[in-house]
C-alpha cells in the first residue's frame, strides 16, 4: 500500500520562512509528478507547485518567486520551501504523486498558519 506523509507545517510569522517535505512509501516502483496543493477555511483546494520527475516546475500565481518546489527521487520525497510568508498563504497544503503510472496519491495534509 503506498502512504503519503507530510511533515514541516506549522506557524510562522509574516515574512517568515518554512520547509514542507512529503515521502512517498510503499509498493513503489514508478513516480511521475509530484506536488503541493493547499486549501484555506471555505475555499476549493488550489495548485501550489508540481514537479514532474524531469523537467520544469509549474507554480501556482500567487506564490511565484517566493516559493521553490524540488524532489529528491533516491529519497521519494517532494519538498516545498516557502519564503516571504503572507497571512493568505494560511491553509492546509497537501502532498500529491502519481505513482506506478496509476493512481494519484494524497497526503493528509499539513497546517502552515501565517500570522503575528
Known amino acids: 500500500q503506498v502512504q503519503l506523509v507530510e511533515s514541516g507545517g506549522g506557524l510562522v510569522q509574516p515574512g517568515g520562512s518554512l520547509r514542507l517535505s512529503c515521502t512517498a512509501s510503499?509498493?513503489?516502483?514508478?513516480?511521475?509528478?509530484m506536488g503541493w496543493y493547499c486549501q484555506a477555511p471555505g475555499k476549493q483546494r488550489e495548485l501550489v507547485a508540481t514537479?514532474?520527475?524531469?523537467?520544469?516546475?509549474t507554480y501556482g500565481d500567487s506564490v511565484k518567486g517566493r516559493f521553490t518546489i524540488s524532489r529528491d527521487n533516491a529519497k521519494n520525497t517532494v519538498y516545498l520551501q516557502m519564503h516571504s510568508l503572507k497571512p493568505e498563504d494560511t491553509a492546509v497544503y497537501y502532498c500529491?504523486?502519481?505513482?506506478?503510472?496509476?493512481?494519484?496519491?494524497w497526503g493528509q495534509g499539513t497546517q502552515v498558519t501565517v500570522s503575528s
Open positions: 510503499g509498493s513503489i516502483f514508478r513516480i511521475d509528478t
Open positions: 500529491t504523486a502519481f505513482i506506478n503510472n496509476r493512481h494519484n496519491y
Open positions: 514537479i514532474p520527475s524531469g523537467g520544469s516546475a
